[in-house]
C-alpha cells in the first residue's frame, strides 16, 4: 500500500529528483517515515493523513532517510574533523519531529 502521509511524488519534488530513481525506492522512504510516525500517533478514529503537522512531521523524516541512504557521514563533519552524529536514524531522528507530533501522540509512545 502506498504512504499517505508522505507521497512518492510529494518527495520526489522536495529533493529535487524528479525520475531518477526508480518509483520502489522513492516509496520504501514514504513508507517508513509513514510507518515510524504512525507508531508515535494516538490510535483512534481520526485520520492523520490530512493533517499539516503530521504531513510535514513525515516529510522531514522521509528526507532524513533518503538522505541518509545517500550521503555518508550525514551528520557532518566538524572543522577539527570529528563527525558529532555520524548515523542520523538514530533517537534524534524523531526528535526533531516531536514538536511536530506531540498533540497528536500516544501516551503509550512516551513510555520505554
Known amino acids: 500500500m502506498a504512504a499517505a502521509m508522505v507521497t512518492m511524488q510529494e518527495l520526489r519534488t522536495n529533493l529535487g529528483i524528479g525520475t531518477l530513481y526508480t518509483d520502489a525506492t522513492v516509496e520504501e522512504c514514504c513508507q517508513s517515515a509513514e510507518d515510524l510516525i504512525q507508531g508515535y500517533l494516538w490510535h483512534n478514529e481520526q485520520a492523520y493523513t490530512a493533517t499539516p503537522a503530521i504531513r510535514e512531521a513525515a516529510m522531514i523524516v522521509a ?3 533518503w538522505q541518509s541512504r545517500q550521503v555518508s557521514q550525514t551528520g557532518g563533519v566538524g ?3 570529528v563527525s ?3 548515523y542520523r536514524m538514530g533517537y534524534q531522528l524523531i526528535n526533531r519531529v516531536r ?6 501522540s500516544s501516551p503509550n509512545s512516551l513510555v520505554g
Open 63 to 65: 528526507v532524513d532517510i
Open 79 to 81: 572543522m577539527d574533523g
Open 84 to 86: 558529532a552524529s555520524p
Open 99 to 104: 514538536g511536530l507530533i506531540q498533540p497528536y
